[in-house]
């Protein structure tokens, strides 16, 4: 397995010295004017590419920012909306949704110094003695130290043994197949992805296969480690699902051109695509990988937002265990999780997990040194996904109410999701697959030629132009497609239904006349 040969070169050592400036460039004499410019800085940063937060979202916090300010706003002609609906990202509590409360006491608990949080006199008025009594297990398993202290590199060992206890309860597994020792928490799911990432690719004949249309933190990072982007093609006419005979092909079709394929990721629900995999396909991928030899990346953060109504989560380390293939030591399985969507959509508390299944023990020792470089992930994120995976039990006082604030999210996002289902297939030109999971809808839109013509001209994406144009006459922020990567000859965009039912509803109707506008302008 063709792991990065400069992860293992990498040494954590305080006293080491730091190289000279002038031996990071070829020439010592000084350049002309600054010496960080577009040309001596890196170029795989320069070349990478993150649409989520692009142009088009520079764009909507300019406009923004005029509508806040109206003494110094830069239009002659004031928008005919009163601010910005931003459905960019995956970001629930910046568009409306209410932190669910016991989280927030627990982890407010924990933050208070002693003799103010846990210890009080009016705590038990205050706080309902669940919270209290998970508060103070907290503070024993961050050593006593509170929460301004680093923690073990992994984390603490008990949210360890809890996200384990989670994943043998999810997928059905007997105690013990889950091993603390293999999971890392996190700053969100990313942190893990780049860190596997990183460790993986080490040259630029490394590819990583990736689902197209896929979520452009793969394509990003993969660009600036200077590996190689393997996609293979979601089926749109069929709910967005895959085939294996889709895998080979884009397997075979790299290996011809010289690359090394030794990773494949795979979103479930997906994202910016919205399916949720049956079991079948998902076990028909965990074979894949076993097959070929292909490390799995399982981003699997979307894992409680299941719309369908027989519909379920079906995770790759459970798919690897009922086809035996973790029995036999035959697959290599990175899974990841994420606070930041899901229910709690804690996106700014930045807790996650990754667990490593089947990884060479030398190459886990060297992701170990690797997390053990950024010192450990932020305490606060650590609290919130140990107090996701391990909530209120049944007979617990905050039990009641805290299910049923995660059942009035949920049922929410189930309306909102049919409501941007339904609301965009109702629009001529515009047809979009149902999202049976995730955040995200993806709908395919009909540019007429006029506009496509003009994009060439003005040398600008047509997804770009046409996304400009819906945010500059309706304030809504979406990301043009073309920034998950799609088919030749397709557009559209990706948005989220993250808003409040009712603005969705008036998201959708402005949707359907811009769109009408638009293609009136450029019939």
């Known amino acids: 397995m063709a792991w990065a040969s400069s992860i293992s070169n990498f040494v954590v050592d305080a006293s080491t010295k730091a190289p000279s400036l002038s031996a990071t460039f070829v020439n010592d004499d000084p350049p002309v004017g600054k010496r960080l410019n577009l040309t001596t800085m890196s170029q795989t940063i320069r070349n990478m590419e993150y649409a989520v937060r692009g142009k088009v979202v520079n764009a909507a916090d300019r406009i923004n920012a005029d509508l806040k300010s109206t003494s110094t706003s830069t239009s002659t002609t004031p928008p005919n909306f009163s601010h910005i609906v931003y459905t960019n990202i995956g970001n629930p509590h910046a568009v409306g949704q209410s932190p669910l ?42 050593g006593g130290h509170g929460t301004g202290a680093y923690t073990n590199s992994q984390g603490p060992l008990e949210f360890r043994k809890d996200i384990c206890r989670f994943i043998e309860g999810r997928d059905g597994l007997e105690e013990g197949a889950c091993d603390e020792a293999m999971i890392f928490m996190t700053d969100g799911a990313s942190t893990g992805i780049d860190l596997v990432l990183s460790t993986l690719i080490g040259n630029n004949k490394c590819g990583v296969m990736i689902p197209i249309p896929q979520y452009p933190i793969y394509s990003a990072t993969i660009d600036r480690l200077d590996g190689q982007k393997v996609g293979y093609y979601l089926d749109e006419e069929n709910g967005w699902d895959m085939n294996v005979a889709e895998l080979e092909r884009s397997l075979d079709e790299a290996r011809s051109n010289g690359i090394v394929v030794n990773s494949f990721v795979l979103i479930n629900p997906g994202n910016p695509t919205g399916q949720v995999l049956s079991k079948k396909t998902v076990q028909e991928v965990v074979r894949f990988c076993a097959k070929h030899k292909l490390v799995l990346l399982a981003d699997e953060v979307y894992q409680e937002n299941i719309y369908e109504e027989n519909g379920t989560f079906y995770s790759c380390k459970r798919a690897a265990f009922e086809t ?24 700014g508390r930045r807790g996650g997990y990754m667990e490593l299944q089947g990884i060479d023990p030398d190459v886990k020792d ?158």
């Not at 933050?111 to 705590?123: I, K, Q």
């Not at 932020?378 to 107090?387: A, R, T």
């Open 101 to 142: 409360t016991w989280p927030r006491q627990v982890l407010a608990l924990t933050d208070l110094p002693p003799g103010v949080g846990t210890d009080h006199r009016l705590a038990k008025r205050l706080f309902p003695g669940d919270a209290i009594q998970r508060a103070r297990k907290i503070k024993e398993a961050l």
């Open 324 to 347: 035996n293939l973790i029995q036999q030591d035959a697959i290599e399985l990175v899974s990841f999780h994420s606070t930041s969507k899901g229910i709690f959509g804690e996106c």
């Open 366 to 523: 060297q992701i170990v040194k690797l997390a053990s470089s950024h010192l450990c992930s932020n305490i606060p994120g650590q609290i919130m996904m140990s107090l996701m995976v391990n909530g209120p039990r049944p007979g617990d006082e905050s039990y009641e109410s805290h299910e049923g604030e995660k059942k009035a999210i949920f049922e929410s996002l189930k309306r909102r999701a049919n409501i941007a289902y339904e609301g965009f297939n109702a629009i001529d030109g515009i047809t979009c697959q149902r999202s049976q999971g995730a955040m995200y809808c993806f709908p395919s839109v009909e540019m007429p030629k006029g506009a496509l013509e003009e994009a060439e001209r003005d040398g600008v994406d047509p997804d770009t132009m046409y996304a400009l144009s819906l945010l500059e006459s309706t304030g809504i922020c979406v990301v043009p497609a073309a920034g998950f990567s799609q088919r030749d000859g397709r557009h559209g965009f990706r948005t989220t239904f993250l808003p409040s039912e009712e603005e969705m509803v008036e998201v959708v109707d402005k949707v359907s006349r811009h769109h009408k506008e638009f293609c009136e302008r450029y019939a």
